[in-house]
């Protein structure tokens, strides 16, 4: 059986029924039921026909897609989340906040931070294996980011065909830090702490993303090349969060501090 089959099981009436279910919750702030409950039968496949179905809504409506993330790629994700194959979403110029930026939560159901490991690539990336070396060839320079992830179903409980509909639990992002050529740092074992109001809530190592940040972005390219997308050049990808994501309320300081790669801040609001 492949993880990653793509096989489809609802209609296209279903696909947009879904589409519409998941842009009123993301849009209204709104938590739903997994979209299983209703769609028992729904597949990966389906799961990634509603994402980009929503995609290309966004971009009808005049929004800028910027690249793609990782969901799920390390060991601390998949236990907190409880689904063991790793996904991608899009991102979207408009999720972005500057560092230092206060970011609200009234537009959100139940945020949650995650540290990850940036790239902003400088050639066309596609097909099913690629190296980590030929990632790295392909890497303009790499930043540090905080995702804020937001699922839109009740509790952050989800299965696979739902979280991937729900574009991953994408919702907003912050770079900063120090910009650097992948040739400079060494990102196989980069330590990474987040901190929340000043106390350290989660560390890990960026080898715990897929083994490699890299890796984890051959495998988003991987999950594109079976979506029928590819990474064009100029691409910002986020490689997964390192660590379990830590939740966050309206008063809440973030930083996470990246050997290597300096700290992004945040206050939340
Ligand atoms: C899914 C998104 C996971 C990551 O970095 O692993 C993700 C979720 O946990 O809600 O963005
Ligand atoms: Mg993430």
Not at 41 to 56: E, N
Not at 75 to 103: C, H, W, Y
Not at 246 to 255: E, H, R
């Amino acid at each position: 059986l492949n993880p990653l089959s793509m096989e489809r099981a609802l209609s296209d009436a279903d696909i947009a029924t879904l589409t519409d279910r998941i842009e009123a919750a993301q849009t209204q702030a709104r938590a739903i039921p997994k979209l299983t409950e209703d769609f028992p039968g729904m597949t990966l496949g389906d799961g990634y026909a509603v994402q980009l179905a929503l995609l290309r809504r966004w971009l009808a409506e005049g929004q800028r897609q910027v690249g793609w993330k990782a969901g799920l790629t390390s060991k601390a994700k998949m236990d907190q989340m409880g689904v063991r194959v790793p996904t991608v979403g899009f991102l979207l110029a408009n999720f972005f906040r500057p560092e230092n930026s206060v970011i609200q939560t009234s537009d959100l159901v139940h945020p949650r931070v995650e540290c990850e490991v940036a790239f902003v690539t400088k050639a066309d990336l596609s097909g099913p294996d690629l190296t980590r070396e030929q990632v790295l060839a392909a890497t303009d320079f790499v930043v540090p980011a905080v995702e804020v992830i937001d699922s839109r179903f009740s509790g952050f409980k989800f299965d696979l065909p739902s979280v991937v509909a729900d574009n991953s639990s994408s919702a907003r992002y912050v770079t900063g830090g120090r910009a650097r050529l992948p040739a400079d740092v060494d990102l196989s074992t980069l330590g990474v702490v987040i901190e929340k109001n000043g106390e350290a809530v989660a560390m890990g190592s960026s080898a715990a993303v897929a083994g490699h940040p890299a890796d984890a972005v051959a495998l988003v390219v991987k999950v594109l090349h079976e979506i029928g997308q590819h990474l064009p050049a100029g691409s910002f990808v986020m490689s997964g969060g390192i660590t379990e994501a830590i939740a966050v309320a309206p008063g809440d300081c973030v930083s996470a501090r990246f050997q290597a790669l300096g700290s992004v801040s945040m206050r939340f609001a």
